[in-house]
């Protein structure tokens, strides 16, 4: 192993430790999560002003653009996980990018439900064929596909490389879904929110939008938690650290 | 590194650049074709005269929307920085529909008048409460005609 890498790294790449710190910081992250996003709905709901344009309707952005950032930012770690599970074989990376998939399967689902009942009163229909539209409709069928291939094979470890694969060949379509209201001409308006320059939301909106964001993530991360866990388990299922578990659970 | 896994690095890094290149030079191609609509001065320029139907984008010309009274047809002038069309729709139109909206309608030629079947209105990404655009609005006495309702990206561009 590259000695440039600090140690725990490699420690929390074991499954017992790893198991044992998810199962930690699950309970916290959960809480946070479900803080932030009360916080943030009641922000975006009640607190924040309506739109000079949309007047209330505009208020589905604080559940749609989450989720569609969120469906970026999971298929990013996916084909992050997907690469190193490719390269260096590492079990914990494999399980990380496939129970990534889910996740972010249905947080792209969400954006493109959302979206559809935003454009018909705005925009005056349901969907379009325009490069925005599209491509995250690709990135669904991408994470399905994911989600699929790993299914596919009898061995799991085996169906996990091949699904790492497909992640990480998708991972082109991301900056396609990112940049498409900038390269093509587009129904869909360009970002409001900026990392580099002012964003284009007065600050009463953006806080709550900035605290959804935190609620998403967090619950990913929550989630991520508990479904490594159930996979290592049934991964690891004959190993003493799993048995010593299971004996531990049965004695309760 | 080992050698194993260096040369599994070399074939993971070596396909997922073929896979970019390949869909990077697809995506250029398409930016030709791709053109999800055409503007008024673009049309009148003949860009679009292989089309049947095409999708015309641009700006609501300000006092040009005329409803019809014992019908739902409305005709109204569609403009963009260098050009004009007159555009006749029937049916529901968006929320957003009013003067100085950007809008999308498709629709064919019918001699110099677009006849549209589908009417949608574009909103840019900017979001304010109507105090603080009002507010905007009297500081920039004169000009609050021509923006209200509008950002600085108009539909007009690529």
């Known amino acids: 192993m590259a000695n440039w890498i600090p140690l725990w790294v490699h420690k929390l790449g074991s499954p017992p430790l790893f198991y044992r710190f998810a199962g930690a910081a699950r309970p916290w992250l959960l809480a946070l999560a479900v803080l932030a996003a009360a916080g943030g709905l009641y922000g975006g709901l009640v607190l924040a002003p309506s739109d000079y344009q949309q007047g209330d309707a505009y208020r589905i952005i604080f559940i749609h653009v989450p989720s569609a950032w969120m469906s970026l930012f999971i298929y990013g770690v996916m084909a992050v996980a997907s690469f190193v599970a490719l390269v260096w074989r590492v079990k914990l990376a494999e399980v990380v990018a496939m129970e990534s998939a889910p996740v972010g399967a249905a947080f792209t689902f969400i954006t493109l439900v959302t979206g559809s009942l935003w454009g018909k009163p705005m925009w005056g229909t349901w969907w379009t064929w325009d490069a925005r539209l599209t491509s995250e409709l690709v990135l669904l069928f991408l994470y399905l596909g994911v989600i699929g291939l790993y299914h596919a094979f009898e061995d799991r470890r085996q169906g996990a490389r091949a699904a790492a694969f497909l992640a990480l060949i998708g991972i082109v379509n991301v900056p396609i879904v990112h940049f498409s209201v900038n390269w093509w001409n587009t129904l869909h308006q360009g970002s409001t929110v900026r990392i580099l320059g002012p964003s284009k939301m007065a600050p009463s909106m953006l806080w709550p939008l900035l605290t959804m964001m935190a609620a998403t993530k967090l619950y990913y991360l929550a989630s991520l938690c508990s479904r490594v866990r159930a996979d290592l388990l049934a991964l690891e299922g004959g190993k003493d650290w799993v048995r010593k578990i299971a004996e531990a659970e049965g004695s309760r | ?158």
Do not use: C, W
């Open chain 2, 1 to 158: 590194m080992n050698p194993v896994r260096k040369r599994r690095l070399t074939i993971v890094v070596a396909i997922l650049a073929a896979a970019a290149v390949a869909i990077g030079l697809t995506v250029f191609a398409l930016q030709q074709n791709m053109n999800y609509l055409f503007t008024p001065s673009q049309v009148q320029s003949g860009a679009a005269t292989s089309y049947k139907t095409f999708r015309l984008g641009g700006m609501v010309k300000s006092g040009s929307i005329q409803r019809a009274s014992d019908s739902l047809k409305v005709t109204f002038t569609v403009i963009d920085a260098g050009g004009a069309m007159p555009v006749e729709y029937t049916g529901i139109l968006p929320d957003l529909f009013r003067d100085n909206q950007s809008v999308i309608a498709t629709g064919h030629m019918d001699n110099a008048r677009f006849i549209a079947t589908e009417v949608l209105a574009k909103h840019d990404e900017t979001y304010m409460p109507k105090e603080l655009k009002d507010a905007m609005a009297a500081a920039h006495q004169g000009r609050k005609i021509d923006e209200a309702g509008n950002g600085e990206r108009g539909t007009g561009n690529p």
